[in-house]
């Protein structure tokens, strides 16, 4: 087969993974050029990345809920009242942030394990069960904000998390350049191309369908000159932020978890056929308080970042974020059916959002009309989605 | 025979690889009951689906003649126009709706916008003295038993000016008051004009009642006999319904069972809290090593339910008795502790509880057992890829490459797959239910060859079946159960599809 022919065949059979790509790079190709260069500009990128943390994290738990086939709208609020609460523990109850951040995200599991309760236990819908909590924590940001309003977070450290960048060495070499992450984002290259060819050579030794030789270097340019240019850039300004590192720490564990464990197996099994996997010898209540417990301890993480980013707590923060982060699933590709979603998605997903509001901001678009867009892209993304999918049948 | 009210002529339906009904006829005189029996998957339920428009006009070949004119029914909302009218095994009733509202949806009384609520009532109250059901209109379906549900669900039909009632099953879940008013609802209905097919398993129920019996078996019409000549006895009918020569399609049995007890089950009875009926009632069995064990019986005799008991009670009934598993007590919480004790289920039906279509063959597998395949819960792939690899060649598996989704295989291979994954928790008691339901003789023959293999190497197998055939051709021992109860225990010798079929209707 010749290479065009073998890239329209690849491309055919995965357009559904690709399609998210495509969208992100066309959102980020008109951005470049209706802000004139300013959307793809080093200080802007590091900026974009930081902003997205607390919706990237969100979107990878939120991608396993809707896995099992649950969803929970109560996070958006969760997060938004544990970064209340560890504003207060920090600033009335004079705790160390060593102690602060474990604590909240204990906090953010016992409150996922609560919504879990009721669905696994008490069996209520999950869109129930969550919407109350949704309330519930509403309320409570606001009865814990009701005294003081917004409270400035002052301990450095905690609000280096949203803000700060990883430190650097080296001295002189190379004036202006961030060199640990340039060295981080190649090592990540390396890595990648070695566990890439690794990969494809056990699966031609079973004897499984690989992507033709061309393809598959392709791949491995693109996507290694895609970290490196971003790596590049964010090295040219100020380096990988925490926040950053934080995402990605987070998506590895979870992508490896859903991937290679037991546990991760167990939840596809469950969201592709909880009545199989239930005879399977799988505990389906025991699979849904661990997403459940799961996505409260990112919803903790994901309001310690808010928090430490905006360096307060404040009575809207969480708002909408549930719905940013469904989204992100959605534009990732997760089944509203269950049982297919990958963690990689919810980042690009969580990505496309946050460059749609960050591009749209620069542009000056007015914010009724960025809602209005941000809701087309969505819809464009599921209509897409649908429509791959019935074309597979 | 009277005049005719119902000709059905020459009607052939394919579905994908099966001939589930071949150049049927079947004749129906006005004004009698006429009862239709044949064994599971003998195409009753086809036949009256084609009937009633569900299979519109076009899907089959043949020709319908209702009250002397040829039908060409695009839906039920035809057949029902014409006249006809199908009530299910399980109800079509809303159960939080009322009875009135239900007799009359669909067909609402008013001015085709707003309903008239009143004449609606009216309406519904004379329809319920039509079927001698003395309940408020105004009480919601669901507060009903299942027995004034069905009555419920007859005045519905009548309301629809019904002239062909067909009843499948209706007396599956009804106690025995309920069946004798129903059948004096339907003598009396035949009274004033409304026709009658009843579809049942109840051989004693049907000799009772029908005026005229038309037997099917595998898709054909085998004879119709007139009952008011005294055609019809219960050997005769079973006759007609079984009346196969068992070819050579099983492998040879040259195993033999041991003397050693692995499986044994005392006085275990099941009460479905759901339904809130008893669904096991007093069942004792036992399984020896390296034997196959069939267990027979109609649909909704309690098989499945008896295997889901044993493996773990996922669906939570209220057991009581006693299991014994290689002589010590054991109770199972749960499927998990079933697997550890090395007792596996097979399901019935693999598309809804079986299998996980979305994953790949290899997925599918190792999912009971990836604790075997696994380091510190993580999975090791190239362990998996061996396993998956090892039951694809040991059950001859047809997949292109082992990380193929399952839905994307054909039926028999599906099933395969379904069992390698059991075998993969290397049990000693492998329960397989339906284990050819649905597969072309091919990949049957292959399954068999599988479990005869399996118990040479000492594994027990119990085989829920529906198929005589399949029974009689691969048990050491066969139990036949009805109605919840163990109702014979035949060993293979004087096994015949008769004894059982008679055991079964009981």
């Known amino acids: ?393 | 025979m009277a005049t005719p009210i119902l000709e059905m002529k020459g009607i052939t339906k394919e579905f994908p690889g099966v001939k589930a009904l071949s150049n049927v006829s079947f004749q129906v005189a006005e004004n009698e009951i006429h009862c239709l029996v044949g064994e599971n998957g003998a195409g009753k339920s086809t036949l009256m689906k084609v009937l009633s428009g569900v299979y519109p006009h076009g899907t089959y070949t043949g020709e319908i003649l209702f009250n002397g004119k040829e039908q060409k029914f695009g839906g039920i909302a035809d057949s029902e126009k014409a006249g006809i009218a199908i009530i299910y095994q399980e109800m079509a009733l809303v159960p939080e709706m009322t009875v009135y509202e239900n007799i009359f949806l669909g067909h609402e009384i008013g001015n085709g916008t707003v309903i008239d609520w009143d004449e609606t009532i009216k309406q519904a109250g004379d329809m319920l003295k039509r079927v001698r059901l003395d309940v408020n209109p105004a009480t919601k379906v669901k507060d009903l038993g299942v027995g004034k549900q069905q009555l419920v669900e007859i005045a519905k039909a009548l309301s629809k000016n019904v002239k062909l009632l067909i009843l499948d099953e209706p007396t599956s879940a009804l106690n025995e008051d309920d069946c004798e008013n129903l059948f004096k609802l339907l003598r009396e209905l035949k009274q004033h004009g409304v026709t009658c097919v009843l579809i049942s398993h109840k051989l004693k129920e049907v000799i009772g009642i029908a005026d005229t019996v038309t037997v099917l078996r595998d898709g054909k019409t085998i004879c119709t006999l007139d009952a008011k000549a005294g055609e019809v006895s219960e050997s005769i009918l079973i006759k007609h319904m079984v009346g196969r020569e068992i070819n050579n399609v099983y492998p040879p049995k040259d195993h033999k069972p041991s003397n050693e007890v692995v499986l044994e089950v005392k006085n275990w009875s099941a009460y479905n809290t759901v339904l809130g009926r008893t669904i096991l009632k007093d069942v004792n069995f036992y399984v020896k090593k390296g034997e196959v064990v069939g267990f027979a019986g109609l649909m909704g005799s309690g098989r499945t339910e008896l295997a889901l008991s044993i493996f773990g009670n996922p669906d939570h009934y209220r057991i009581s008795g006693e299991l014994f598993l290689n002589g010590k007590k054991r109770t199972f919480h749960n499927p998990q502790e079933a697997i550890d004790a090395k007792i596996a289920y097979v399901t019935e039906d693999r598309k809804t509880d079986g299998l996980i279509l979305i994953q790949d063959v290899k997925q599918n597998i190792t999912l009971a057992n990836l604790h075997e395949i696994a380091n510190n819960g993580v999975v090791d792939n190239n362990a998996e890829v061996k396993v998956a690899t090892g039951y694809r060649g040991e059950l001859n598996i047809k997949t292109p490459t082992i990380e193929q989704k399952v839905g994307n295989l054909s039926g028999g291979n599906q099933q395969k797959v379904s069992l390698g994954k059991w075998l993969f928790v290397k049990p000693n008691v492998l329960i397989l239910d339906e284990p050819t339901r649905g597969i072309d003789v091919g990949a049957k023959y292959e399954i068999y060859t599988i479990m005869t293999r399996l118990v040479k190497q000492g594994m027990s197998i119990i085989m829920i079946s529906s198929e005589l055939l399949e029974v009689l051709g691969m048990s050491d021992r066969i139990y036949v159960l009805s109605s919840g109860r163990i109702t014979g225990e035949l060993p293979i010798e004087e096994a015949t599809q008769e004894k059982i079929m008679k055991l079964a209707t009981d």
């Open chain 1, 1 to 393: 087969m010749s290479f065009g022919a073998n890239l329209k065949k690849v491309f055919s059979q995965n357009i559904r993974e690709y399609g998210m790509y495509i969208a992100l790079f066309v959102i980020m190709a008109i951005f470049a050029v209706t802000t004139k260069g300013t959307f793809i500009s080093a200080r802007n990128i590091s900026n974009l990345v930081n902003q997205m943390g607390y919706i990237a994290v969100l979107a990878v738990g939120m991608m396993l809920v809707i896995v099992a086939r649950q969803i929970d709208l109560s996070v958006g609020f969760l997060a938004g009242f544990l970064g209340a609460v560890a504003a207060i523990a920090m600033t009335q109850w004079n705790l160390p942030v060593f102690i602060v951040i474990p604590m909240i995200l204990v906090f953010g599991i016992l409150a996922g394990l609560l919504t879990g309760f009721m669905v696994a236990q008490l069996k209520i819908p999950a869109f129930v069960a969550s919407m109350a909590g949704w309330l519930a924590y509403r309320g409570l940001i606001l009865l814990v904000t009701e005294a003081t309003g917004t409270i400035i977070i002052p301990d450095e450290t905690f609000n280096a998390i949203g803000n700060g960048f990883i430190p650097d060495f080296g001295g002189s070499f190379l004036p202006g350049i961030h060199k640990v992450s340039l060295l981080i984002g190649i090592i990540a290259i390396v890595a990648f191309i070695y566990n890439e060819i690794r990969s494809r050579n056990k699966k031609q030794a079973y004897g499984f369908e690989v992507l033709p030789t061309e393809m598959f270097i392709m791949k491995l340019v693109i996507i290694s000159l895609l970290v490196g240019t971003i790596s590049w850039i964010l090295a040219s300004y100020q380096g990988f932020s925490w926040t950053l590192v934080i995402v990605l720490i987070v998506a590895g564990v979870y992508d490896f978890v859903a991937n290679k464990t037991i546990i991760g197996r167990h939840i596809y099994a469950v969201g592709g056929n909880p009545e199989a996997a239930e005879l399977s010898g799988i505990s389906v209540s025991k699979i849904l308080y661990l997403v459940f417990g799961s996505m409260g301890m990112l919803a903790a993480l994901s309001g310690i970042l808010f928090a430490s980013r905006l360096k307060s707590a404040t009575t809207t923060a969480g708002n909408l974020f549930e719905m940013d982060a469904i989204a992100a699933c959605y534009i990732g590709g997760v089944s509203a059916a269950g049982g297919v979603g990958k963690i990689m998605g919810a980042i690009i997903g969580a990505l496309v959002m946050m460059s749609l509001q960050n591009g749209m901001q620069l542009m000056g678009t007015g914010i009724s009309l960025q809602y209005v867009i941000r809701g087309l892209v969505l819809t464009a993304a599921v209509i897409f989605d649908v429509a791959t999918r019935n074309r597979a049948k």
